[in-house]
C-alpha cells in the first residue's frame, strides 16, 4: 500500500514528506528508525506502524515503551497503546505533528494558487525607470527650492533642503522593504522606492499646478483640490505600498485605508471650519509672474467695491476683539 507520512507545523502546513517503503514502519529517533526525528522528546524507537489487513484494510499504529507516549487529535495515547491512525488525524509524537496520507484516501482538488504565492515580478519595469523618476524628483525639488526662496540661500541649505526629503524617502521605502522581507521573504527596496517617488512626484506636481490654475484662472476655490488630492494620494501610496506585503488583503485594505482618509478629511474640515475655505489655504503665500494670469484684471472701482464688502466683517471682529480686551483688563 503506497503512503506517505507528512510533518506539519501548528497550522497544519506541511514541512517535509516521508515516503513509506515498507511496512511495518518504525519511528523514532534513532539512526536504525526508518522515520527519523530530531525531537529529543521522542524515543530511539517510538512507535511502530502496520498496515492491519485484518481491520479491512488500515493503517494501525503502535506505540512502544517511551516516556511521553503520543497524541493522536488530541487523545492522549499512553505507551503500549495501539490505535487505528485515521486519514486527516494529526499524530503528536513529542513535540512533532505527523499527518498520514494512504492511496486510499480522496485526493483533494488542486487550489487555485493565490497572488500571493506567485512568482513575484522583480524586474516589472525598465531598469532605467527608477534612476529617471529620481532625477525628475531631484529637479522638482530644486526648482521648487528655487522658487520659493529670495536668493540669499547659501548652498549649504539649497543641498539640504534636496537631501532631506531625498533621506526621509530612502527610509520610508526601507521601512517597507523590512515589513515585506518579514512576510513574504522578499526584501521589495526597489518596488517600495518606486511606489514612493511615483507618489511624491505626483503630489508635489499638483501642489505646485494646482495654485497656479487657481492664479491663472482667478479660481481661489480651486486650491480646495490640493488638500483632497494631498488626502487621496497619502491613502493611495500606504494602499500601494500594503498590497506588495499583503496582496492577498488588498480589498480590505483599501477600504479600510479609505475609512481612514475620510475620517482624517472630516477633522481638517471640522479644524478649518472657522477660516474663508474649509480646506483650501485662505491666501497664496507666493503669488506666480504675472505673465502666467490668464483671467482678465479686474478694475479699480470693482477692487474698491470688494473691499467694502469687508468692512462689516472687519467691523465686528475689531469690536469683539475690544470686549475681549476690556474683559482682560476688569479681570486684573
Same mark, same amino acid.
Given at each position: 500500500?503506497?503512503?506517505?507520512?507528512?510533518?506539519?507545523?501548528?497550522?497544519?502546513?506541511?514541512?517535509?514528506?516521508?515516503?513509506?517503503?515498507?511496512?511495518?514502519?518504525?519511528?523514532?529517533?534513532?539512526?536504525?528508525?526508518?522515520?527519523?526525528?530530531?525531537?529529543?522528546?521522542?524515543?530511539?524507537?517510538?512507535?511502530?506502524?502496520?498496515?492491519?489487513?485484518?481491520?479491512?484494510?488500515?493503517?494501525?499504529?503502535?506505540?512502544?515503551?517511551?516516556?511521553?507516549?503520543?497524541?493522536?487529535?488530541?487523545?492522549?495515547?499512553?505507551?503500549?497503546?495501539?490505535?487505528?491512525?485515521?486519514?486527516?488525524?494529526?499524530?503528536?509524537?513529542?513535540?512533532?505533528?505527523?499527518?498520514?496520507?494512504?492511496?486510499?484516501?480522496?485526493?483533494?482538488?488542486?487550489?487555485?494558487?493565490?497572488?500571493?504565492?506567485?512568482?513575484?515580478?522583480?524586474?516589472?519595469?525598465?531598469?532605467?525607470?527608477?534612476?529617471?523618476?529620481?532625477?525628475?524628483?531631484?529637479?522638482?525639488?530644486? #526648482?521648487?527650492?528655487? /522658487? !520659493?526662496?529670495?536668493?540669499?540661500?547659501?548652498? $549649504? &541649505?539649497?543641498?539640504? +533642503?534636496?537631501? @532631506? =526629503? %531625498?533621506?526621509?524617502?530612502?527610509?520610508?521605502?526601507?521601512?517597507?522593504?523590512?515589513?515585506?522581507?518579514?512576510?513574504?521573504?522578499?526584501?521589495?527596496?526597489?518596488?517600495?522606492?518606486?511606489?514612493?517617488?511615483?507618489?511624491?512626484?505626483?503630489?508635489?506636481?499638483?501642489?505646485?499646478?494646482?495654485?497656479?490654475?487657481?492664479?491663472?484662472?482667478?479660481?481661489?476655490?480651486?486650491?480646495?483640490?490640493?488638500?483632497?488630492?494631498?488626502?487621496?494620494?497619502?491613502?493611495?501610496?500606504?494602499?500601494?505600498?500594503?498590497?506588495?506585503?499583503?496582496?492577498?488583503?488588498?480589498?480590505?485594505?483599501?477600504?479600510?485605508?479609505?475609512?481612514?482618509?475620510?475620517?482624517?478629511?472630516?477633522?481638517?474640515?471640522?479644524?478649518?471650519?472657522?477660516?474663508?475655505?474649509?480646506?483650501?489655504?485662505?491666501?497664496?503665500?507666493?503669488?506666480?509672474?504675472? #505673465?502666467?494670469?490668464? /483671467? !482678465?484684471?479686474?478694475?479699480?472701482?470693482?477692487? $474698491? &467695491?470688494?473691499?467694502? +464688502?469687508?468692512? @462689516? =466683517? %472687519?467691523?465686528?471682529?475689531?469690536?469683539?476683539?475690544?470686549?475681549?480686551?476690556?474683559?482682560?483688563?476688569?479681570?486684573?
Amino acid at each position: 500500500m503506497d503512503a506517505v507520512i507528512e510533518i506539519v507545523d501548528r497550522d497544519g502546513h506541511c514541512r517535509e514528506t516521508h515516503k513509506i517503503r515498507a511496512w511495518p514502519l518504525r519511528i523514532g529517533r534513532a539512526p536504525e528508525s526508518d522515520l527519523v526525528l530530531s525531537d529529543p522528546h521522542v524515543a530511539g524507537t517510538h512507535a511502530l506502524l502496520h498496515w492491519d489487513e485484518e481491520a479491512g484494510g488500515a493503517p494501525r499504529l503502535q506505540l512502544l515503551p517511551s516516556r511521553n507516549g503520543g497524541w493522536l487529535d488530541g487523545r492522549r495515547l499512553d505507551a503500549d497503546a495501539s490505535t487505528v491512525w485515521p486519514a486527516a488525524s494529526t499524530l503528536q509524537l513529542g513535540t512533532t505533528r505527523l499527518r498520514l496520507r494512504t492511496s486510499l484516501d480522496p485526493l483533494p482538488d488542486e487550489q487555485p494558487l493565490n497572488r500571493a504565492d506567485e512568482p513575484v515580478r522583480r524586474e516589472a519595469r525598465p531598469a532605467w525607470a527608477l534612476p529617471a523618476l529620481l532625477a525628475v524628483w531631484l529637479l522638482t525639488l530644486w #526648482a521648487t527650492n528655487w /522658487a !520659493s526662496g529670495d536668493g540669499s540661500a547659501s548652498w $549649504v &541649505d539649497t543641498v539640504s +533642503a534636496i537631501l @532631506a =526629503p %531625498l533621506g526621509l524617502v530612502l527610509v520610508w521605502a526601507g521601512l517597507w522593504a523590512l515589513v515585506t522581507q518579514v512576510f513574504r521573504h522578499w526584501f521589495a527596496f526597489g518596488a517600495h522606492l518606486w511606489r514612493a517617488l511615483v507618489a511624491t512626484v505626483a503630489l508635489q506636481l499638483l501642489e505646485i499646478g494646482v495654485p497656479l490654475a487657481a492664479y491663472a484662472f482667478n479660481l481661489p476655490r480651486l486650491q480646495a483640490l490640493e488638500t483632497l488630492a494631498m488626502s487621496a494620494g497619502a491613502a493611495l501610496l500606504l494602499w500601494w505600498h500594503a498590497s506588495v506585503v499583503w496582496p492577498r488583503a488588498s480589498r480590505r485594505l483599501g477600504v479600510g485605508i479609505a475609512a481612514m482618509a475620510i475620517v482624517g478629511l472630516v477633522l481638517t474640515v471640522g479644524r478649518r471650519s472657522e477660516q474663508q475655505y474649509w480646506i483650501g489655504p485662505n491666501y497664496m503665500a507666493t503669488l506666480p509672474p504675472p #505673465a502666467l494670469r490668464v /483671467a !482678465s484684471p479686474k478694475t479699480v472701482d470693482d477692487f $474698491v &467695491d470688494g473691499l467694502q +464688502a469687508l468692512e @462689516a =466683517p %472687519l467691523k465686528q471682529q475689531a469690536k469683539k476683539r475690544n470686549e475681549q480686551d476690556v474683559s482682560s483688563g476688569d479681570d486684573e
